[in-house]
């Protein structure tokens, strides 16, 4: 089912090309300003404020002596070219100015006017400027051209990550009025009811409940899907997606299954009903640590033993990189489990131990790859060694579908191409780019399938299956291929059904 | 034209050391309040010294990159270290074994640096996107230490410097003893753009070299789970849950 689309969707050829650079190529591509009530609603004023070049040089200085990290990126780059060719945008538009280090220069150029003595005194030799309206309007364009998925710093010589400094950009643009709707409105509702869709408790127990109801009739098993149950074992902190979103709600299931089949008490929350932190997309930390700490009062709350994150990519980075530290200490749980746990190591461990068994045959219509998703990839790990984010998920898969097939090795693993839609970009106002940053996975995809057929993708986040869904049929593949990595486990799960 | 030339070369080596050491104190100082190593990483202190140090023998990250740039770069830069090295024959008396050993080969190091550079030059010329990215001074300083290099290889090959007198100069230098120094115009140019080298050095893109070791993304252990990691700014809103925070 071919989409008309209002743009030109670049071609999925026989290689990733990189394109000449195309100066003002997506210079019109920006998503819609956060209105007044979003951007209070997050702690930030409610439109532009009259001072806001004084106000963003300022806080550009004080977020550098906040962030070891953006001060060293500022000053290290040394132009060297190396990451200009990684980012899918750059691939998929050819905009200079989504080359990582050009994306980095846009702050850069305004650090170095008014930080650096070689700006302040020889600023057209070293290319520093003013920040000018001009500037702003590109900041607000190309650091929203940034899914944050962090390619570009496995191939800088120094590791400088230019989600790092999108996200310093957006938080500056968020402090002078200048935020993002999308984003803030999101935030804003996790504060106030507990998950990005603002589903109220109601809403949510009714949806579960239906979950029992339909695994009932398919499967004939009384699969519970347990809300604000005190003194389950583990709290299943998961997308809010997996509530309601295809493909996402089949993963839902998986988990519940796998639960179910190893005995284990769970329990979603309803006060944490939410695994998402788009605090970390605006680069916010106060706001990033508040909607964390709602799993910490949820896990006390309910009495909880251990914390399962679902199938999310960006939540789990905040969940294994950032949790202990923004919400911890954690030493109410119980210690013999890391906190937080993803359900992939959760699945691998029951299946190692022998707890559940997978009967692979039941996915043998399907032939499968997997998509690593940036988060999970190239800022966190699963289980007690490096790479094992690549390795667990894989098992896992094999375990429950006898025809797996890799994609090209330079597109997956470290080196994984972003679904086209992190980082805060699943919006449609930002439709187009979301399309054409899709380019290099799906020139990977469609490797994959012309050699080994694929029937579908498998994904462990719930930004990448919305995406993909959106975008797959603009490169001539069904919505319906991409899949929840549980989904599969779901349906090879061998279940006994006197449970 | 001694006396010139050790004010200017004292002068630039404080601008230099100064220099470096406050940058190196505001990286050490500055905190960084989340882990985010890129992964996958070391999960051990020890292991992150092995990644770094790939990084600066290897250029590892670069060599993922682009071949090109890599080999170009990386001649470059042992080209550098070597030349360096070797020219400790100057300071050194008696010359130091292993510099004695490494001092015949000097010009060959000298043309691996400049290979590199002229490489890395075609490179910010030829590739529109380098070329897109590249200021003003990004060219310079690739030409800037091509001269620095083609002057030492003039005085190699062509117009030869009164080695003797450079080496009394030199450990005059280190006696803090201004010696004298006939007036060689390639040396005195070679000694003239090694001043402006360490006096940009602290205030320029060569900051990549301190930088390195502290980069966050390189230079972290993966280990949040195990470890709380709270910067001092970030404790006062951690209330009263927390431990000590990391510095
Ligand atoms: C710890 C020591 C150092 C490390 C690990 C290091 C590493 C690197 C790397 C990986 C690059 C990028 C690749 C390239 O373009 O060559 C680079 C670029 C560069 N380095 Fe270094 N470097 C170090 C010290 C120095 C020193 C002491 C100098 C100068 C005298 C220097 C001058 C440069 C220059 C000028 C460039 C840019 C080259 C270009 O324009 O393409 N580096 N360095
Ligand atoms: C005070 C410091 C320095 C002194 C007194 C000095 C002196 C000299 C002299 C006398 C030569 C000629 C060698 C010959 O005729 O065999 C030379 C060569 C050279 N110098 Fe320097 N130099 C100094 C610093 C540097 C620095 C910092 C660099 C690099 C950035 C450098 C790069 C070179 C190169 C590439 C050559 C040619 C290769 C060779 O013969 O070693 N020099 N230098
Ligand atoms: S973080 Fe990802 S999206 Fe952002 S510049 Fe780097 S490669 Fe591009
Ligand atoms: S790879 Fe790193 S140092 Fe090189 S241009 Fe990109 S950001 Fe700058």
Redesign the interface.
């Known amino acids: 089912m071919a989409k008309a689309p209002e743009f030109d969707v670049p071609e999925a050829g026989d290689y990733i090309f990189t394109p000449p650079v195309l100066p003002g190529a997506m210079s019109h591509s920006q998503p819609f300003v956060a209105k007044e009530a979003h951007q209070e609603a997050v702690g930030y004023p409610g439109e532009l404020i009259d001072n806001w070049q004084e106000v963003a040089i300022e806080k550009l200085g004080e977020m550098t002596k906040k962030y070891r990290g953006l001060q060293v990126y500022l000053d290290s780059c040394v132009k060297c070219g190396a990451c200009t060719d990684k980012c899918h945008y750059f691939l998929g538009t050819g905009d200079p100015k989504n080359m990582p280090v050009a994306r980095q220069d846009l702050l850069r150029k305004v650090y170095r006017r008014y930080y650096t003595l070689a700006g302040k005194y020889l600023p057209k030799l070293v290319g520093a400027e003013d920040l000018t309206e001009e500037v702003l309007d590109d900041w607000y364009k190309y650091y929203h051209q940034c899914s944050q998925c962090r390619r570009c710093s496995v191939y800088c010589p120094y590791g400088i990550d230019t989600a790092e400094v999108s996200m310093a950009a957006r938080e500056i643009m968020a402090t002078v009025g200048k935020g993002q709707k999308y984003c803030n409105e999101i935030i804003g509702k996790v504060h106030k009811i507990g998950n990005n869709l603002g589903l109220p408790e109601k809403a949510l127990a009714n949806t579960l409940e239906g979950l029992e109801e339909d695994v009932l009739e398919d499967d004939g098993v009384a699969v519970k899907f347990p809300l604000d149950v005190k003194g389950a074992d583990v709290l299943l902190v998961t997308p809010s997606a997996d509530f309601f979103a295809e493909p996402h709600i089949d993963g839902l299931i998986g988990y519940a299954k796998v639960f179910h089949q190893a005995g284990l008490s769970w329990t979603v929350s309803s006060h944490a009903s939410e695994a998402a932190n788009f605090g970390l997309f605006i680069g916010s930390y106060e706001n990033m640590q508040k909607v964390a700490l709602r799993i910490r009062e949820a896990a006390l709350e309910l009495g909880v033993k251990r914390i399962v994150f679902g199938e999310c990519g960006h939540a789990w980075r905040v969940g294994y990189s950032f949790l202990n530290t923004l919400a911890g200490p954690f030493d109410f749980l119980d210690s013999n489990y890391p906190v937080p746990q993803h359900i992939i190591e959760v699945t691998h461990d029951l299946l190692s131990q022998g707890r559940i068994k997978l009967d692979p045959e039941a996915n043998d219509d399907k032939r499968v790859t997997f998509h690593d998703s940036c988060n999970v990839a190239r800022a966190s790990r699963m289980g007690s060694k490096a790479g094992g984010q690549f390795v667990l998920p894989r098992e896992v898969i094999k375990a429950a579908c006898n025809n797996f097939f890799d994609m090209r090795a330079d597109t997956i693993g470290e080196a994984t191409f972003c679904c086209g839609g992190g980082g805060g970009l699943l919006t449609d106002d930002l439709i187009e780019l979301r399309t054409k940053g899709a380019m290099p996975r799906m020139q990977a995809l469609k490797e994959v399938n012309e050699q080994h057929q694929i029937t579908h993708m498998a994904a462990i986040c719930a930004i990448c299956k919305s995406q993909f869904s959106k975008v797959l049929p603009y490169y001539g593949f069904e919505m319906d291929q991409i899949i929840s990595v549980h989904q599969l486990v779901g349906d090879a799960l061998v279940m006994d059904t006197e449970h | 034209m001694g006396l010139f030339l050790s004010v200017i070369l004292y002068g630039t080596l404080l601008v230099f050391v100064v220099g470096i050491l406050r ?1 190196v104190i ?2 050490a100082t ?7 190593p ?6 051990t202190r020890t ?1 992150v010294v092995f990644r770094l140090g790939r ?1 600066v023998v290897l ?1 590892e ?2 060599f ?3 071949k090109w ?1 890599w080999l170009f ?1 990386w001649l470059f830069h042992f080209g550098l270290l070597l030349v360096l090295l070797a020219h400790l024959r100057y300071f050194t008396e008696p010359v130091w074994w292993w510099v004695a050993l490494l001092a015949p080969f000097s010009p060959y190091f000298g043309m691996m640096m400049m290979f590199g550079l002229a490489g ?1 030059l075609a ?2 010329f030829l ?4 070329r ?7 060219f ?1 300083m690739l030409v800037f230490l091509m001269a620095i290099a083609g002057s030492g290889l003039i005085m190699r090959y062509w117009l030869h410097a009164d080695i003797v007198q450079v080496k009394e100069f030199a450990l005059g230098l280190l006696a803090f003893d201004f010696g004298l120094l006939g007036f060689n115009p390639i040396l005195v140019l070679h000694l003239v753009l090694v001043a402006v080298l360490l006096l940009i050095f602290p ?3 060569l ?2 070299a301190p ?2 070791f ?5 230079n972290q252990v ?1 280990n ?2 195990e ?5 001092r ?2 404790k006062p ?1 951690d209330g009263n ?3 000590k925070p990391h510095g």
């Open positions: 940058k505001q990286y500055i905190p960084a309040p989340l882990k985010i890129t992964t996958p990483a070391p999960t292991g990084e250029f990250s670069l993922k990159a682009s740039t770069g890395l490179r910010r590739v529109d996107r380098v897109y990215i590249s200021a003003p001074s990004d310079l205030f320029s893109k900051l990549h930088g390195l502290f980069s966050p993304s390189r993966d949040p789970r470890r709380r990691h709270i910067a700014w970030a809103l849950r927390g431990e």
